[in-house]
């Protein structure tokens, strides 16, 4: 199959993963900063990955805050902390990233992780340039919405790239969901995390390293 446009997940694809914990602390900190200190464990975890607008709601409700005023906090945390990650050298991209400027495609990103964090891992390691699209999240509730498998994200992407034949890597079922929502092939990455892992999707292409794309898109 000859593709013209590859879009890649970032987390877990291009850049290694930020540990929960690291996620959680600062979930936990955001909580602290509108004077919660007794929070219940389950709803640091809850507001920490795969919040829902309901869950927010729910969640600030109990502890009486207004929800999009924390929302945008939380998402100002997390991303500070992965920021920081970064900068400590604990959230680098992984090695065969080196091989993309060699693919004959257009390349985009499409995220589910804020827009600000996206930004700063490209601007830091000087790949902006290789990527015609690169698409996250905005800091607010609604756009839980629009996360992956919905394929908002990606299909402004491929909109921005004039994608004719295109395929999304991810390591993620939401990821091949959303390619398949999106009318188009997807390629799962079995990255270390994802080594042994059963999918209960069929990705187009199950691969181990960004340099199968060479053999894929070719």
């Known amino acids: 199959m000859n593709y013209d446009t590859v879009v890649f997940d970032n987390d877990g694809v291009l850049v290694e993963r930020t540990s929960f914990e690291v996620l959680r602390d600062a979930t936990h900190e ?3 900063q509108f004077g919660v200190t007794d929070m219940d464990a389950d709803h640091v975890d809850s507001m920490t990955v795969g919040a829902t607008p309901a869950q927010v709601d729910q969640i600030c409700g109990q502890y009486d805050l207004e929800p999009e005023r924390f929302w945008r906090a939380r998402e100002r945390s997390l991303s500070n902390a992965q920021k920081d ?8 991209l992984y090695d065969d ?10 390349m985009g990103i499409v995220s589910s992780n804020q827009q600000e964090t996206v930004d700063f891992v ?27 498998p919905n394929s908002h994200y990606l299909d402004r992407a491929l909109a921005d790239l004039d994608a004719d034949s295109a395929l999304f890597v991810g390591d993620n079922e939401s990821d091949i969901r ?28 199950d691969i181990d390293s960004l340099e199968d794309l060479y053999r894929v898109c070719s």
Do not use: C
């Open 97 to 106: 990233v080196d091989m993309l400027p060699d693919l004959d495609v257009s």
């Open 85 to 92: 990650e970064v900068r400590a050298g604990r959230k680098s």
């Open 122 to 148: 490209l601007d830091h390691y000087d790949i902006s340039h290789q990527f015609g699209a690169a698409y996250g999240r905005e800091p607010t509730i609604e756009s839980l919405n629009l996360r992956k």
């Open 30 to 32: 955001t909580f602290s």
């Open 178 to 205: 959303a390619a398949e929502n999106a009318g188009i092939d997807s390629a799962f990455i079995r990255r270390p995390h994802r080594t042994n892992w059963d999918l209960n999707v069929w990705p187009t292409w």
